[in-house]
């Protein structure tokens, strides 16, 4: 039988072959449905036990530490220790530790250009680890969707600062988008606000990343059309209900990439048609997630048809479907 990370390999490796039909022009209208078969062809895997940090007092007085030297610095920098440190405590159930302690400093990290070129390189390759970003991502909902999640946040923020350090290569960002597409298509965990561990809020974050990553210019179309389909795909087959601001999140990332050029808007037409032909033929179910998914797709039409700056075509097209379904 087959292990977690094996299993999560297989479906990286169907995303691959994928996206080299796309790329070669041999997928393109056929592409939503084939991302809903390997989708659908997601394993499940028993829980496991998930190994998180418990030394909240010790990291919030080193972080805070960390934060006032930065500050307080005409030339800040962080050591790799630092950082290693600040990187296995993004694994914290504290909020405190993990959203308002790691993830805060990170950004003021990023914004202070604190980091060296190896750093930035060392981060993009952590972020990306198996145990991190798929950390047990194909068992039930779980407590590592905070490292999961927080991870593609920071690699947001990473692309982002990419900018300025010029990094990554065309193909570094190619892998990067294969791997977050996967994690898209594996992450079924959608809660957003958690009693008491603080924010998942995977979609935000997903956004976040998949916004960052339409302003690469070294990503052909294709690589940026796969990531849209798939961030599409991933939605509509949520079965918790998105009801956290991230609608309006998924919305402006799809509005800023149908803007940039026809194809997009022509693509995104092409997608939101795929969804519209299965929704024809559902039959309401008595469940929670048949609703949640139901009213997810409404959130997220409503957030799209608002957008002042959404191409005419798309409107047009969303104002056809909202009005019969």
């Known amino acids: 039988m087959a292990t977690e990370q094996e299993a999560v390999q297989t479906v990286k490796d169907a995303m691959q072959t994928l996206r080299k039909q796309l790329l070669d022009g041999k997928v393109f209208k056929h592409l939503p449905d084939a991302l809903g078969e390997i989708y659908n062809a997601r394993p499940a895997f028993q829980e496991t ?11 919030l007085a080193r972080i805070s530490s960390i934060s006032k030297r930065i500050k307080g610095s005409n030339d800040p920098k962080i050591s790799d220790e630092e950082l290693s440190f600040l990187m296995d ?43 991190v970003l798929f950390a047990h991502i194909l ?6 969707v905070f ?35 996967t994690y898209i298509i594996l992450e079924r965990d959608g809660r957003g606000y ?33 990531l849209m389909a798939t961030v599409l795909e991933g939605w509509q087959r949520m079965d918790d209900a998105l009801v956290f601001g991230e609608d ?21 037409v092409m997608c939101l048609t795929s969804w519209q032909k299965r929704v024809t033929t559902m039959r309401p179910r008595e469940s929670e997630a048949f609703w949640n ?27 056809k479907i909202i009005d019969v379904y």
């Open 194 to 226: 958690v009693d008491p561990q603080g924010w998942a809020h995977a979609y935000t974050h997903i956004g976040n990343l998949a916004d960052e990553l339409s302003q690469v210019k070294a990503l052909s179309r294709g690589h940026k059309l796969f």
């Open 89 to 131: 405590h993004l694994a914290s159930l504290s909020p405190a530790v993990r959203d308002k302690g790691v993830f805060f400093l990170m950004g003021d990290l990023f914004q202070a250009d604190a980091f060296t070129v190896a750093q930035i390189d060392w981060l993009a390759t952590y972020l990306q680890q198996p145990d």
């Open 248 to 268: 309006q999140r998924i919305a402006g990332y799809l509005t800023n990439l149908a803007v940039k050029h026809q194809f997009y808007a022509e693509s995104l």
């Open 49 to 59: 036990p998930i190994t998180t940090p418990d030394d909240d007092m010790r990291a």
């Open 139 to 144: 068992e039930p909902q779980n407590d590592a």
């Open 147 to 181: 490292l999961r999640s927080f991870a593609v946040m920071l690699l947001s923020g990473l692309v982002y600062a990419d900018s300025r350090y010029h990094v990554l290569s065309a193909e570094a960002y190619e892998a990067l988008t294969l791997n977050f597409a």
């Open 293 to 319: 998914r139901w009213y997810n797709r409404s959130r997220l039409l409503e957030a799209l048809i608002i957008r002042s700056d959404m191409p005419k075509g798309v409107i047009d097209y969303l104002q």
